[in-house]
């Protein structure tokens, strides 16, 4: 359902993903708990807020905040739900630092200004601003999860490390309803893409571009057909094809003959597994 600053759907029982102005947070509902992961910038709290009542839920009844990763767009309403009504804010340990305001893994102002003639690139830089995007919203009573604390959160997400895009970055696997929520592992649009569909987030953004490369493979094990990404609409397609769509578009700029994985003829990796997946420090294909 189309709102005033964010669309609302329930694409599986229990999952309600909402597409923000520029990013995406999602809530996991049982009963009348729910885990919220992510939470849009700091300027989209009424918006977070406003999803959550619509969903039919009370920002009280909040049993955690998941936070896929530290960056100001994702975690703008994490503060708040720790500050007011005393809930959990977790992420992964490789993200805790970052998340707590001790470190930062963001794209710079340098970088920003550098592209900054590109108009969709002025338009999103000016967003940013206009979010409360310029000034961290840290979050200091931040923990690390385990796998036993997510198993007991409604809707039981289960963790897959995927860094790259931050060194702590991860994704959400939910088994029962075979869909992954991806982070900015995997989206399918940005402000500043003129694509559609699966895609990786342009270079700048990335920690390390090569482990962003590597995530693609680590997403691409699952058992999903559902992907619920931290920009773009939410997709009905199997992981593994949007992995490949967004590896094929990532090569045809920077690698003219990407390296396949061992696994499948003309896939990107080998047979879906289930549960936690690990990082294997395996180079994606055209790592650089």
């Known amino acids: 359902m189309k709102r005033a600053g964010y669309t609302l759907t329930e694409p599986a029982a229990g999952i309600v993903f909402v ?8 809530i996991l509902r049982e009963a009348k708990r729910f885990t919220l992961v992510d939470g849009g910038y700091r300027g989209d709290l009424p918006l977070v807020l406003a999803s959550i009542r619509e969903a039919g839920l009370a920002p009280d009844d909040a049993v955690a905040v998941l936070i896929t990763h530290a960056h100001v767009d994702h975690t703008g309403a994490a503060a708040y739900f720790a500050q007011h009504y005393g809930t959990p804010v977790l ?29 969709r690139v002025f338009r999103w830089a000016v967003h940013v601003l206009r979010s409360g995007g310029a000034a961290g919203h840290p979050v200091p009573s931040a923990a690390a999860w385990d796998d036993a604390l997510l198993a007991g959160l409604p809707g ?24 992954v929520l991806t982070g900015d592992a995997l989206v399918t649009g940005h402000a500043i893409s003129a694509r559609n569909g699966p ?6 953004f990335h920690h390390d571009g090569a482990r962003a490369d590597s995530a693609l493979a680590i997403l691409s094990r699952l058992d999903a057909c559902l992907l619920l990404p931290g920009h773009g609409p939410a997709v009905r397609t199997g992981i593994r094809e949007a992995a490949n769509t967004a590896w094929r578009q990532r090569a045809a700029v920077k690698v003219p003959r990407p390296v396949l994985l061992p696994g499948r003829k003309g ?13 294997s420090g395996t180079a994606a294909p055209g790592a650089e």
């Open 156 to 179: 039981s997400p289960v963790a897959v490390p995927t860094p790259g895009h931050t060194p702590g970055h991860a994704a959400f696997y939910l088994p029962r309803a075979k869909a």
């Open 91 to 119: 992420c992964s340990s490789g993200e805790l630092n970052h998340l707590r305001g001790e470190e930062k893994f963001s794209v710079t102002p340098l970088q920003i200004v550098r592209r900054a003639w590109q108009p």
């Open 199 to 204: 895609q990786l987030l342009h270079p700048m």
């Open 19 to 26: 597409q923000g102005p520029a990013s995406n947070w999602i």
């Open 267 to 279: 896939g990107l990796a080998g047979e879906p597994t289930y549960g936690r997946v690990e990082h």
